[in-house]
């Protein structure tokens, strides 16, 4: 049966990889609605390819643009508007919520509440307003499915398995671009050095969080709420190889792995075809090739953003919205060549520092403290 599919995000990292995913089963899914952001050129060649039904862009001056280059069987939309009909259009299945930041927060509530299965790629979403978005899908039976790779990777050993007899979730890491730098050898790096992953390709905004660590702080938030873990639950293991891509440790000392090589389209796949599989191409894992396999400890005074989202999701409330909001905007300001690579650290902790936190907070809430705290860290520049 064709599964029909809306994407959020489609020319990020993430949505040109569940566009291949399409491309390679065209018997299986059917792209239905799609948002962009500002990359209008891109979404004129997947508009061209996919033909979707519905299109959301982020400026009402590109809608209008494109609205009258398009089909008129194409209705095209603009901003948070657009991107709640997008997450819950009608005819789609499963929604792909691959946009980047916290905007992909509303959509995806909106798409819970409209009883839609959502194969989540958006980090934020969950570290800012985790306690919000598992409680709607409770209470409306939605299945939220993993694509990121680590929680893929929990998602699939956890099958047959009973969570109650989880002992603790491992995380792998590859440690990102500057895994063999010590702190003092990152007062001068530069954004390009900072984008250069060793194992994965991905948006700029994940390499330099994957190079500060913030990616998989953002993770283990992330898994908190997906499975229902503590945080004393939940270890970080740095793995160069970024061939394991997560473990579960049960409490009889058994450990299950999920292994495949660094390709996002495997978890991005799964989780449209959960509980089946389909076939791929690509490359298949070779242990032989790889001789071995490496794991160490992680240092939480070397990677200070990972101590800063444990800090942040002991504390609750409202401080893991700081801690994103904090993250996203000094990550911006280095992309812009305005601060450092460690000024990001340091823009994080002060935020937390400044911030009283509101327990249990609402969705109104979330969205003044984000504001307030993006304000802040423009300020200090």
């Known amino acids: 049966m064709l599964k029909k599919i809306s994407l959020m995000g489609a020319t990020g990292s993430i949505g040109t990889q569940t566009l291949d995913v399409i491309r390679e089963h065209p018997e299986e899914f059917k792209l239905t609605a799609m948002s ?8 004129r060649k997947v508009i061209r390819e996919f033909s979707p039904m ?13 609205a009258e280059e398009v089909p008129s069987s194409v209705k095209v939309l603009y901003g948070e508007e657009g991107l709640v009909e997008v997450a819950c259009h009608q005819d789609a299945d499963v929604l792909v919520n691959a946009v980047l930041g916290s905007v992909g927060l509303h ?14 790629a958006n ?62 050898e990152l007062t001068n790096v530069t954004v390009k050095e900072a984008l250069n992953h060793p194992n994965w390709s991905m948006g700029a905004k994940i390499t330099i969080d994957s190079a500060s660590m913030m990616n998989k702080g953002l993770e283990v938030i992330e898994a908190h709420w997906l499975f229902d873990i503590p945080y004393d639950q ?19 000392s058994s450990v299950m792995a999920q292994l495949g090589t660094p390709d996002m389209r495997v978890p991005i796949q799964y989780a449209l075809t959960y509980p ?16 071995r396999l490496h794991f160490e400890k992680m ?22 919205t700081v801690l994103n909001a904090a993250n996203e905007a000094a990550v911006a300001l280095f992309l812009e060549g305005k601060i450092s690579f460690l000024d990001i650290e340091t823009y994080i902790e002060k935020a937390m520092d400044a911030h009283h936190v509101i327990h249990r907070p609402d969705l109104e809430t979330i969205h003044a403290i984000d504001r307030q705290v993006r304000k802040l860290v423009s300020s200090w520049i």
């Open 36 to 43: 962009v952001g500002r990359n209008i050129e891109e979404a």
């Open 299 to 320: 240092d939480l005074n070397r990677f200070r953003c990972l101590a800063f989202a444990y800090e942040a999701g002991r504390i609750g409330g409202s401080m893991t």
């Open 107 to 120: 959509p995806t509530l909106q798409a819970i509440e409209a009883g839609k299965m959502i194969a989540i």
């Open 234 to 252: 939940i270890e970080v293991l740095q793995h160069r190889e970024s061939i394991i891509h997560s473990m579960i440790q049960f409490h009889d």
């Open 123 to 184: 980090k934020e979403t969950l570290v800012t307003a985790g306690h919000l978005v598992m409680e709607a899908a409770r209470e409306k039976g939605t299945t939220l499915l993993p694509v990121d790779s680590e929680h893929s990777a929990i998602f699939q050993a956890l099958q047959g398995e009973q969570e109650k007899n989880i002992e603790k979730l491992i995380i792998t890491a590859s440690g990102g671009s500057f895994r063999d730098r010590t702190r003092e």
């Open 54 to 66: 519905l299109v959301s862009v982020q400026k009402k001056e590109d809608a209008d643009r494109l």
């Open 276 to 291: 089946d599989r389909l076939k791929r191409t690509g490359k298949r894992l070779d242990l032989t090739e790889m001789g």
